[in-house]
């Protein structure tokens, strides 16, 4: 059976060696932190201790660092994760478990003098140099904040989902552009076929019945019918604008079917122009303002909507905004198949969805950084 440690505030070197000694090789259950009002005890390895197993049996990694940034006890999840021991993990700092890109953003973290609950993402070193991408939850456990206490989560997966949703994304929006083309090149031009022959029946036709002949005038009729909800459909899956006048130019060609066909007043404030997109950037933007669109006039109430565009110094960003009865404070969070799909574009494309929802209505805003674009213009290239 180990012991208790007393850790005072302020420790010498000497002092700190023989506590991380003692600490690595499973001399201690537990070690009180000494502060300005009183004593806090924290739990390691002692069994009947309810906090130190629910701990050590957390699939989640979990360590507690010094204000030196040291680690001072990890559970099993984290080095498993790690692929280091326990025992070696135990007095190593957390900077240098992080990718020297990630290094100076950690360190002014840590040694932030008004050290609260917080989350970022780094990437952080296996055994073998391997990095992955984790989040790290810190939070002080001590009032003067000396003992930090954090949790890691392998976003490995996450990310491997987000890159396969963008894929997917991608062979979708592939997809439509293929079918659009057939339906405007091949049905289109059948139907175009059909009118044609229409016409000249109807003016070479001079001993039909009036029934044959009002037939021939409807079938003429819902041909022009089919071959409008054709067009639409087609522009829909992709619109042609995009790729000839730009993501502007064809917010406007959308919202103006969609006001006539849904009556609903819709406000743009758009520029002309908002600068040379990536195909990625238009589709992921113009997807957004459809799926925002048939959201307000299927779930809002309201009858009015405001799309705003406007591109500043570091950020692109797109508002959709209604003056509906808001959403359920439950489905404010990000959730819905066509609000993870926004959410997922704009992670894809380092940006971010954000929404806003209250009884006076809910804004939704697609954020992508300026340095972003600028990538994806120079990779489209």
């Known amino acids: 059976m180990g012991s208790n440690v ?21 001399c201690v259950d537990a070690f009180v932190v000494e502060e300005r009002d009183g004593h806090t005890v924290y739990a390691l390895q002692s069994a009947d201790l309810p906090y130190s197993t629910l701990v050590q049996r957390m699939q989640q990694g979990a360590a ?43 360190q002014r973290l840590l040694q932030s003098p ?25 939070s002080p456990l001590s009032r003067d ?6 949790l890691v989560n392998d976003l490995t997966t996450e990310k491997s989902n987000a890159e396969l949703i963008a894929r997917i994304q991608r062979l979708q929006d592939e997809e439509r552009r293929n079918i659009a083309r ?3 090149d091949s049905v289109g031009q059948l139907l175009a076929g059909v009118t044609m022959n229409l016409a000249a029946v109807q003016n070479t036709a001079t001993n039909l ?3 044959v002949s009002k037939t021939l005038d409807d079938s003429a ?17 992709h619109p042609p604008l995009l790729g000839v006048a730009g993501l502007c130019s064809a917010i406007r060609w959308y919202v103006d079917g969609f006001s006539e066909r849904s009556r609903m007043n819709v406000t743009l404030d758009i520029p002309e122009e908002v600068g040379p997109l990536s195909s990625e950037a238009e589709i992921a933007l113009f997807r957004v303002v459809q799926e925002c ?28 905004r209604d003056f509906g009865k808001g959403m359920p404070a439950p489905n404010t969070e990000i959730s819905g198949v066509g609000v993870r799909g926004m959410t997922e574009r704009m992670r894809h494309l380092g940006g971010k969805l954000e929404i806003t929802s209250s009884d006076g209505g809910t804004t939704v805003a697609a954020v992508l950084p300026v340095s972003e674009l600028a990538d994806q213009e120079e990779r489209a290239v």
Request: aromatic fraction near 4%; proline fraction near 3%; glycine fraction near 8%.
């Open 145 to 150: 904040g000396a003992i930090i206490g954090v």
């Open 182 to 184: 057939e339906l405007h």
């Open 114 to 138: 008004n050290m609260q609950s917080m989350e970022w993402e780094v990437r952080l070193r296996k055994v073998g140099g391997v990095f992955f991408s984790a989040k790290l939850s810190l």
């Open 209 to 211: 019945s009036p029934a």
């Open 6 to 26: 007393v850790i005072p505030a302020e420790l010498t070197p000497d002092e700190g060696a023989q506590i991380l000694e003692a600490i690595r090789t499973g």
């Open 64 to 106: 507690m660092l010094n204000s030196a940034g040291e680690m001072i006890y990890c559970n099993v999840s984290l080095a498993t994760l790690l692929g280091i021991s326990c025992e070696s993990l135990i007095g190593s700092r957390l900077d240098e478990l992080v990718h020297p890109d990630d290094k100076e953003s950690t």
């Open 221 to 237: 009729i819902m041909v022009a019918e089919v071959t409008k909800e054709i067009r639409t459909i087609s522009h829909l899956l």
């Open 293 to 320: 669109l048939t959201n307000v006039y299927r779930h809002s109430g309201s009858d009015t909507c405001l799309i705003k565009l406007e591109r500043g110094e570091d950020e692109l960003r797109l508002e959709v």
